[in-house]
């Protein structure tokens, strides 16, 4: 397919697990970025990718979380130690990228994150 | 704290009449300002974006920039119940992601 794939689209495990989730950029988008959405709620910024350039990982909400994106592509977000209140729909998007955030991003259609 | 506010409606219009989703952002900084339709259980999609002052037309979609005001609407004309879904305002942030509003729900009643 030509869009953002993510995997899996849905995830279930118990409190204190850790949890990867995948994203796999549309093929020539430089930028990448996780966002996570809880229900009701907009959409929170996680961490941006640009290129082979070091995260921006400010957004990342503890140090429990982590990101790494392996040659420029395919990205996984690691959560350590799964709490209940990491349950949200955890969204990448991808944009051609120039440095700046002018271009449109196009998002994946999520990894839905359940902690019991 | 850059923010981005939108009406959580719920905007209720009736089948081929004009919608207007209105958005306001904090950030005079800002450049880039992006309309996103979700449908419920659905991710984000692109609908229009827009990065200068005035209009820009796409189809039955306008969008209309104020940067003076820091004000970003979205018309939808011929509303259609399809459109039915939660419109996300966004806007570029400063380190390369976007900030979003919480979104406007809107019904197009047939």
């Known amino acids: 397919g030509a869009g953002v794939s993510q995997s899996p689209s849905n995830k279930v495990t118990e409190k204190g697990k850790d949890v990867e989730l995948r994203c796999d950029p549309i093929?020539?988008?430089?930028?990448l970025y996780w966002y996570r959405q809880s229900l009701g709620q907009g959409l929170e910024f996680l961490i941006y990718f640009q290129g082979n350039s070091a995260p921006d990982k400010s957004g990342l909400p503890s140090d429990r979380f982590s990101a790494e994106r392996t040659g420029g592509s395919v990205s996984t977000l690691t959560i350590q130690r799964t709490q209940q209140e990491d349950s949200a729909v955890y969204l990448c998007?991808?944009?051609?990228?120039?440095?700046?955030?002018?271009?449109?991003?196009?998002f994946g259609d999520g990894t839905r994150l359940s902690i019991l | 704290q850059k923010e981005v506010e939108q009406n959580s409606g719920p905007l209720s219009v009736p089948e081929g009449a004009i919608a207007s989703l209105n958005c306001t952002y904090s950030?005079?900084?800002?450049?880039?300002f992006f309309w996103y339709r979700q449908y419920s259980g659905k991710s984000p999609e692109l609908i229009m974006f827009i990065y200068s002052n005035g209009d820009k037309e796409d189809g039955r979609f306008t969008a209309q920039l104020n940067k003076a005001s820091q004000y970003v609407s979205l018309l939808i004309r011929d509303s259609q119940p399809s459109d039915s879904a939660t419109y996300l305002c966004?806007?570029?942030?400063?380190?390369?992601?976007?900030?979003f509003g919480k979104g406007t729900k809107l019904s197009v009643k047939p």
């Open positions: 998007a991808s944009s051609l990228g120039s440095g700046t955030s002018n271009q449109p991003q196009h």
């Open positions: 093929s020539g988008h430089t930028a």
């Open positions: 950030d005079r900084g800002s450049q880039s």
């Open positions: 966004a806007v570029s942030g400063s380190q390369g992601n976007l900030i």
